[in-house]
């Protein structure tokens, strides 16, 4: 025995529907008391493999392991994963108390005992004495609450989240974000969560995977795929991302240099794909790196460097942006630094801009 | 324009209240009135309550009374238990195409009358029918079988006539049930016959309320399949009113009956909503 048993294994799991395959041969390992995310576009295949884990779905092929056993054999009432569903499904004809003790009735506890665990797991979400209180008198973090302690008390291996967040406002679902982070650490429980809304993945989990058609992309903790993305897909769903499609025209091992279609020279590197002078490649810089100024001897330091002017000011508080307008007419999205110096900027401002080449990640174009 | 608001209000209202008072209100208080009246002697009448005493009084008015309300429970439940699954087939299970064609299949003996409907059942159960020639030619039966003018034949009736009253009401409330929170109750180790009992019937409470409503009223009123199918210890109460207006031409009884069934619907209702806890604007609105 060198490492502890995984909470949940997915071994080459496939779902076809009819000609279509919705989960095209995935395998991960959730290790006890995680928080794992499968991050990407809706239809990209997430809620099959959270339905096929809950148990609505047969897989095609594959196995399923909690704790080290197939469940594939067992029904969805017997198997120790329960879900919090996308909008939640509290049901509307009992009380919180009796929504919340739902579960526990079904497995025949005593009266006496679901009082007190029901009462336990109400202050354990911070909201002691609603038993008595109908759904619909609750508030949308409320709800979402309750949800999750109607699962909890059943003690499941693993918690299985539906883009819980999905139905609230935006307020509150970065409060909730920070919540259930905190649920999770609070119950001890391995959590696998599915959401296309990149920011709710990328802060609350410990590792993520990204999907696309079927498929995982990338698989690794949130500053894995923001700084070290591994195919065009991820760069471009995790984070913003400027991208130019070119041609290499010179590459030493991982440094390249690009000339993009629109006549733009960029430094990028491509740390562990092959990509020779002469092919096609795409290149993306996150806004966040790179660097405004109005003098370029700030910049001399960069392998990169564009002067330009500003074509649009996106301002939105600490996501504020640039829009730069180079000579060639390319526009490239930059951050707004809000320390003050460029509070004055305005449209049709002369700027200088500019990256070191390792915040360039290049990626083959696919041929067709 | 607040003059024209009002014109307008009026003009929409004209109907509902021409209906409701020349064909509810008026015809009402005019038989309870009847109702009152007692026959003394040829066109001598006095005011009193001998013509409810006498159906209280008379075996047989009672008991084809009580009778009536019981069949038309019992075909209630019966209509329930069938539609029940069906509904819930059709709303739940099937998908697309098939949930149109199943809800038109129910439909479609509606589009006949009343009375084709019932004639129908007669061509398949009565001596000659099709029903006891297919047992002759099977050998299970020697000779011709009568399955009408019995009690049971006239339930299929009841029942076969009801089932669209009780099947739209329970398709519409089931309809409005999330998929997601019968999979919660799976998901929270609910069986199926738990979860039917705590979450899919609680919620399509209304519907089996006012579907049941609905049965009951026109079990309860109808004539022409008690007539038809029922045989001659089948007596339905609305057959006595007929008969003592058409047949008896005593008006004055027939009015007292009338009453008599209106008071009892109206009961009946009340105390089932009462036991289920429903009020009339949830199960309606």
């Known amino acids: 025995m060198t490492t502890p048993m995984p909470d949940l294994e997915c071994d080459a799991l496939t779902k076809r529907f009819g000609s279509a395959t919705a989960v095209d041969n995935v395998s991960f390992t959730v290790p006890a008391g995680s928080f794992f995310s499968i991050l990407g576009p809706s239809g990209c295949g997430k809620t099959t493999i959270m339905r096929m884990i809950a148990g609505f779905l047969e897989p095609s092929s594959g196995d399923i392991r909690i704790k080290g056993r197939s469940v594939l054999d067992v029904p969805p009432n017997k198997r120790p994963v329960n879900m919090v569903f996308q909008h939640l499904a509290l049901f509307p004809m009992m009380n919180i108390a009796d929504n919340i003790g739902y579960g526990l009735r079904r497995k025949g506890m005593a009266k006496a005992e679901i009082a007190r665990k029901v009462d336990e797991a109400l202050d354990r979400i911070g909201l002691p004495g609603i038993g008595a209180r109908q759904v619909d008198e609750l508030s949308g973090g409320q709800k979402q609450r309750v949800a999750i302690a109607r699962c909890m008390v059943l003690e499941p291996d693993v918690l299985l989240l539906d883009e819980p967040l999905g139905a609230l406002d935006l307020k509150l679902r970065e409060h909730m974000k920070v919540e259930l982070k905190a649920l999770q650490a609070a119950f001890d429980t391995t959590f696998v969560y599915i959401t296309h809304d990149q920011s709710e993945a990328l802060v609350m989990s410990d590792r993520i995977a990204v999907m696309n058609a079927g498929r995982f992309e990338q698989m690794g903790t949130a500053r894995d795929l923001y700084y070290r993305p591994q195919t065009a897909f991820v760069a471009g769903f995790v984070g913003d991302a400027n991208r130019w499609q070119g041609r290499v025209t010179r590459a030493e091992g991982e440094a390249l240099e690009v000339k993009t279609d629109g006549g733009l020279i960029l430094r990028a590197i491509s740390p562990g794909r092959k990509l020779p002078v002469g092919d096609r490649a795409e290149v993306f810089v996150r806004p966040e790196a790179i660097r405004l100024a109005e003098d370029s001897a700030q910049l001399s330091h960069f392998d990169t460097q564009i002067s330009g002017h500003v074509a649009t000011i996106l301002f939105n508080g600490a996501a504020s942006r640039v829009i730069v307008m180079d000579a060639t007419g390319a526009e490239i999205e930059v951050a707004l630094p809000q320390s003050g110096e460029f509070a004055h900027l305005t449209r049709g401002a002369g700027v200088h801009i500019g990256w070191s080449g390792d915040q360039g990640n290049a990626f083959a174009v696919a041929r067709p | ?285």
């Not at chain 2, 064909?23 to 066109?43: A, K, N, Q, T, W």
């Not at chain 2, 009375?115 to 159960?125: A, E, S």
């Not at chain 2, 009401?169 to 929170?181: G, K, N, R, Y």
């Not at chain 2, 409503?213 to 210890?233: Q, R």
């Open chain 2, 1 to 285: 324009m607040r003059a024209g608001q009002k014109l307008g209000l009026i003009l929409l209202l004209t109907p509902l209240l021409l209906w409701l008072s020349l064909l509810i209100i008026i015809p009402h208080i005019d038989l309870f009135l009847l109702s009152l009246r007692e026959r003394v002697g040829v066109r001598q009448y006095e005011t009193g309550l001998a013509n409810y005493t006498t159906i209280l009084t008379e075996p047989l008015y009672m008991v084809t009374f009580a009778r009536t309300a019981m069949m038309s429970i019992l075909a209630t439940v019966l209509t329930l238990l069938i539609a029940f699954p069906v509904s819930y087939y059709i709303a739940k299970m099937a998908r697309g195409r098939a949930r149109s064609v199943l809800f038109l299949m129910c439909l479609v003996p509606f589009w006949v009358s009343e009375l084709v409907r019932t004639f129908g059942w007669m061509i398949l159960l009565r001596e000659s029918g099709v029903i006891s020639g297919l047992l002759q030619w099977a050998g299970l039966a020697a000779g011709p079988v009568e399955m009408l003018y019995n009690d049971a034949a006239m339930m299929v009736g009841l029942v076969y006539t009801s089932m669209l009253f009780m099947v739209v009401p329970l398709v519409t409330t089931l309809d409005s049930l999330d998929d997601a929170v019968i999979e919660a109750g799976y998901d929270l180790g609910g069986s199926g016959p738990s979860i039917l009992r705590e979450i899919v019937i609680p919620h399509a409470m209304p519907g089996i309320v006012s579907g049941s409503i609905v049965v009951f009223m026109l079990s309860l009123g109808n004539y022409l399949t008690p007539t038809m199918l029922g045989g001659k210890d089948s007596l339905w109460f609305t057959q006595m009113i007929y008969s003592q207006f058409i047949v008896r031409f005593n008006w004055e009884l027939g009015a007292a009956f009338g009453f008599m069934l209106l008071i009892l619907s109206s009961l009946i209702v009340w105390a089932v909503l009462r036991l289920t806890g429903q009020t009339l604007e949830k199960t309606m609105g």
